[in-house]
């Protein structure tokens, strides 16, 4: 929901990006979300050099790729150029580092008897 919400925000933004309607966002999203499933990790792997070369910021053109090949597959769902793919790849960022579920790690520590691991036991 979160993506396709932003990608309405992105097309009222942007000159570049056009959206027929909310069914068509919402469509866009969920083929969004498949080709980050599959077939950003093939490119993250082919780009491994670009990526440390350019410390990370590479994955905002590959974002950008995987932007215009869904708005290739779904024809209700069109961005004008590369550039207009970058500058909305780097918006859906931001709105996910600002609205997105967080992914941080929680430890617990386990206080009581000594194991062979130790007093603190971090799980």
Do not use: C, H, Y
């Amino acid at each position: 929901m979160l993506l396709s919400l932003a990608l309405i925000v992105g097309d009222w933004m942007m000159d570049g990006v056009r959206i027929v309607s909310n069914f068509d966002a919402l469509l866009a999203a969920l083929t969004i979300m498949i080709l980050n499933r599959f077939v950003k990790p093939l490119l993250i792997i082919l780009t491994i050099p670009a990526t440390i070369f350019t410390f990370g910021l590479f994955t905002l053109v590959i974002n950008a790729l995987i932007l215009l090949l869904a708005s290739e597959i779904i024809e209700e769902f069109q961005i004008k150029s590369f550039w207009t793919a970058v500058g909305l790849s780097l918006f859906l960022s931001l709105v996910q580092i600002i609205f997105g579920q967080s992914n941080n790690v929680k430890f617990q520590v386990k206080r009581g008897s000594s194991d062979e691991i130790g007093e603190d036991d971090l799980r």
